[in-house]
């Protein structure tokens, strides 16, 4: 009897063990299945702080949402609202009262990838011409980005009201310099190019001084100078100031040239502020219309050159075209 149970102990012994790595197998498959499920729903997170991102907002301010909350007076005090979030005013607590904008992204889901595109964007630039970025808050949902406050707000109000026909053409000539040199800057003096696809009036923030910087970095684009042709995947920015070619794939490759297009359109709006008539087909004024074909119209008539100034009207032209 003692020799059959000592036959028994290393049978049981060797069933103990096959149990016990089966199980161990069992958890390890589970484990490694739930990892790649979690990977599947987001792709794009690893992605998204890539090295590049974290070195370019690691030295910037982050605020809690709590604070940024208290910094606003529970955001009371709202300067616009845009299709990425709503631009409230507020101050800042470290004693020297400072005024600031933020802008609450709104449906905050995901992997945030437009929110950390446009804190790093506008963390690596540093121009008269762009709007300096201040901080940024990032908690789950919650994400804000906080931004030097521009008191006249945007260019598009001077364009919309009748204020436009009291301005000098000086003034508006100093506006369209102003985002020249800031686009100019964004495109050959940064480190990696950066092409903003939005540009257009309410992108473009006035200070005191109405000197205008471009801001707004949520469709931008980082690249190196050496690449002429730009990689998209699907069209980016405002109907009535998009490039041709971003629009259809047809029409040639995107590069920074799109933005060049844009800027364009805006000379166009500015130069024409003063005529109400022009103003009324401006991109602004009607989102629906994709290219100005009555300017073409205007030139058939020989009209265009009594509406814009000589030299601005040349300019433009010469952006649409490039």
Known sequence: MERLEDDKSPLKLKVILGISTAALLVMIIIVAASTVVVRAKNPRRKSDWNGENIEAIVMLKRYSYAKVKKMTNSFAHVLGKGGFGTVYKGKLLDGSGTDFAVKILKDSKGSGEEFINEVASMSRTSHVNIVSLLGFCYEGSKRAIIYEFMPNGSLDKYISENMSTKMEWETLYNIAVGVARGLEYLHNRCVSRIVHF?????????????????????????????????SMLNARGTIGYIAPEVFSKSLGGVSYKSDVYSFGMVVLEIVGAKNREMLEKSGSNNS?????DWIYKDLEREETMKIFGDEMCLIQKWCLCW
Request: aromatic content about 8%; overall charge positive; some cysteine.
């Open 198 to 230: 939005d540009i257009k009036p309410q992108n473009i923030l006035m200070d005191q001084d109405l000197c205008p910087k471009i801001a707004d970095f949520g469709l931008a684009k980082l690249c190196k100078k050496k690449e002429s042709i730009i």
């Open 288 to 292: 629906s219309m994709y290219f100005p």
